[in-house]
């Protein structure tokens, strides 16, 4: 009779249940320390593709420091965004509780295929209450709206989302956040070539698998009874249930995710710097602002991205990159 004197876990548990987002959009539910004069903790945009580049590693803890290394990259389409509204939150023992918000006196038109644009609302009072009411917020937020139609999609629906504002006081806050008010923000006003951001989004859904694919355990020997692709045993007879921790078949993929310190590459105002001949597969043209960031990002195609100040340290801050070739080359086949 065999023993079995060692049997790594395969796959993670760290990431239970693993079932679908309740949104196709990512989560963010922190925000870093920020110190500095006031701005925008995060940025959103689409994810358009992938391609590789060639940089000079400014690391100083890579064995390939002041060397030319090659490295994949994502595409990211980030077209102005309009900051449309501000909201105030107070710290309570229940969490942040709204206090007030104040919405731009010029909304875009395409705002109303997300949510109920008010008709006859008076800027000038909203603003004075708002004011009035500065003093017991302790939070101040940005609400965002994305311009698909500057996108390479056939999206006319704008997503809207709320970004932290950090820095300085509460009152200097809010006088950054009434100076952009009905604006639009680039990524450049944000980010920074050779910083470090947080990627926030869902990953790709593969729909219902088995536990090989779900959990990557071992195909078993095919005279193997009753099954191949499963787990040789699923428990004791007592206690008379399966546990948690027991590979089985289900969801995967389409989950939340964050992966943390993501270098940027670039930021580019023209697209032709980057477009692949042939266009991007399944995406289509960038028409605006763009975005380099080094290896991969969850989700698919067309699929709405935030990017966050990084939360956790990063040992030294961003340096500028030097790009020494980005490649345009056809992803026809690849």
């Known amino acids: 009779m065999g023993h079995r004197r060692n049997s790594p876990k395969r796959g993670s548990l760290n990431y ?22 006031p701005k925008l903790l ?8 992938m391609t590789h580049a060639v940089i000079v590693e400014t690391k100083s803890t890579s ?23 501000i909201r105030g939150y107070k710290k309570t023992p229940y969490g942040l ?6 919405l731009s006196a010029n909304l875009s038109p395409d705002l109303s295929r997300r949510l109920t644009v008010p008709k006859n ?23 965002i709206h994305t311009q698909p139609k500057m996108t390479g999609t056939s999206k006319k ?30 990524a450049r006003d944000v980010l920074s070539e050779g910083s470090y951001i947080d990627v926030i989004s869902v990953s790709k859904g593969k729909g219902f698998q088995g536990p090989v694919k779900r959990w990557g355990i071992r195909i078993l020997p095919n005279k193997s009874r009753k099954t191949v692709r499963g787990v040789g045993s699923i428990g004791p007879w007592h206690p008379a249930r399966v546990f948690y921790t027991v590979p089985r078949a289900g969801q995967m993929g389409y989950h939340q995710r964050v992966e943390y310190n993501k270098r940027i590459i670039k930021i580019g105002e023209d697209p032709k710097e980057t477009i692949p001949k042939g266009g991007l597969l399944g995406y289509g043209l960038i028409q605006r602002d763009f975005m380099l960031v080094e290896g991969t990002i969850p989700g698919s195609r067309k699929r709405l991205i935030k990017f966050r100040l990084p939360i956790r340290g990063v040992k030294e801050t961003g340096k500028p990159l030097q790009l020494i070739y980005l490649s345009t080359d056809s992803k026809q086949g690849a």
């Open 121 to 143: 609302y008076k800027f000038e009072d909203a603003a004075k209450r708002f004011e009035s009411r500065l003093q017991e917020m302790d939070e101040l937020s940005a609400l």
């Open 16 to 37: 239970l249940p693993r079932a679908r987002a309740e949104s196709i959009v990512g989560r963010i539910r922190n925000w870093p320390e920020y110190q500095g004069p």
């Open 63 to 85: 064995p390939w420091v002041n060397q030319e290394i090659t490295v994949p990259v994502t595409i990211i389409d980030i077209p102005p965004l309009v900051v449309f509204g």
């Open 157 to 186: 629906t704008p997503d809207i989302a709320e970004f932290r504002v950090g820095g300085g006081s509460v009152q200097e806050r809010y006088e950054y956040l009434k100076s952009i008010l009905g604006k639009e923000v680039r």
């Open 97 to 102: 509780r709204v206090v007030d918000q104040l």
């Open 42 to 49: 995060g940025i959103m945009g689409y994810k358009a593709g």
